[in-house]
């Protein structure tokens, strides 16, 4: 039965939602709601069958239903959680008025004293991208086949191109294989890879897949069914080169280009977004613009671990508990974070100094890949903290610490740098 | 005496080390282009005997999906990666299943076994 007030309400139940319900628990809220619009909760987690995950938030190498599982049983017996499946939020108001509805309730409403964002992300589709050509059957983005062929059963074609390669159009690659479908190529526009280097290996170079850099397609081709595509190099500034173009044939074409939160809830209640992330601008608490709104998981920043989505969740589900048990006081001082050239994002955006001392963790991540950098995170006065790194690349997110009662001055703000070739 | 060379990407951490390996017969005499010894272990590795873990899903009846997904309980000799894949594309098992249920015991007599990955209940009538 759903109450009309409590003290946290979660917005989706993915790794974020569930880990974020676990932490407000843990942290003394009484009375914590979790709105899941699937039938179950686990989120993307249960199409991504294959394994890696946990390793640093379970210390156990888990599939992803292994990991929802596994969040979702921390859960399950506490009878302060109640977790509301089929259930779609319509609206979220600056009030932290939550607007619903289920096939049990209809439309109903419940307030929070604090709330917690973590509905994730979306793929980016064609429409995107602007890919030229009629609109054929079997265009995908490479979440959609995933479900089909891990969840539902079926698969999208057989004769496949993958246009992008970061870890899910990697993932499917040798997915689409083992179920028997031809992978003719995985086609990238970028001059490197944006999967780790483990699902280069192990999902393309295993099985003789061709990856072409710095290519991208130019046409999809056929009028009812996909016939072929045609791909062609691209120069320094991701342009086509003409003369380059050449034909592949395939059945379906698979894109893999991209993530982006997914914040219409956000902005609707009045939520600030940054340009950049496209996630709510937060605070080290992860605490949005709208006081008692937090957020935390993809809907913040697209992240390429789910490790360091329960992580940042952990962080929001704490301070949701805590403000919506009247335990957080004022900071002293706001202080922003800002960032060098070479630097693409770091959430959280600004800081709100507390009294008390905190180990506030920055997520990162670069521009472009580079080699034995050095990150570094001061204020005018001093350094504050200081990373040193072999590699680095822009599909893998960095993070670095501040102790902030190492700081002398406390009113100063931050700039996160790097350099590369040290 | 032909000596034969190989180039494999180290996958240990983000510096992607290429790492060239000269053999003899199936003997390996270098290991170079590696920064670190986490990279020559790599290579003798996949070299003498390459291992990879196995994910996929085998059909379930009576259940609240589909399919189930299963991972193997450890890695497999990557040669028998498609082999199983084939065994495991013809089991059909009955809801419910619990996190970590044996679903093929000593798959192709490689000592592993391929586990459920998760829970299926059974579907409520």
Known sequence: MIKQIYDVVIIGGGPAGL?????????????????????????????????????????????????????????????????????????????????????HNGIFHMQGRTIVLAMGCRERTRGAIQTPGYRPAGIYTAGAAQRMVNMEGYIPGKNIVILGSGDIGLIMARRMTLEGCRVQAVVEICPYSNGLTRNMVQCLYDYNIPLYLSHTIVAIHGKDRVKGITCAKVDAYKKPIPGTEFDIACDTVLLSVGLIPENELSSEAGITLDPITHGPIVNQHRETDIPGIFAAGNVVHVHDMVDFVSEEAEIAGKYAALKAQGRVTGGLADLKIRTDNDIGTCVPQHICIQKNNEIITLFIRVRRPMKHVQITVRNSEEVLSEKHMSAVRPSEMISVSVNSGNMKSRYEDWTVSIREGL | MSTEEKYLNCINCPMGCKIHVTLNADTIITISGNTCPRGEVYARQEIINPQRMLTTTVRIQGGMLQLLPVVSQSTLPKRLIFDCVKVLQGVQIKAPVKMGDVIVHNILNSGVDIIASRDVKEKST
């Open chain 1, 19 to 103: 880990t974020a319900a676990y932490s407000a628990w843990k942290n003394g809220a009484k009375e914590i709601l979790i709105l899941e619009r699937d039938w179950e909760v686990g989120g993307i987690l249960q199409q991504c069958i294959h394994n890696g995950f946990g390793i640093h938030h379970f210390h156990e190498e888990l599939t992803g239903p292994g990991y929802a599982q596994r969040c979702y049983e921390l859960i399950k017996e506490k009878k302060e959680i109640e977790i509301s499946c089929d259930t779609m939020v319509l609206k979220i108001n600056a009030d932290k008025i939550v607007t619903a509805v289920n096939p």
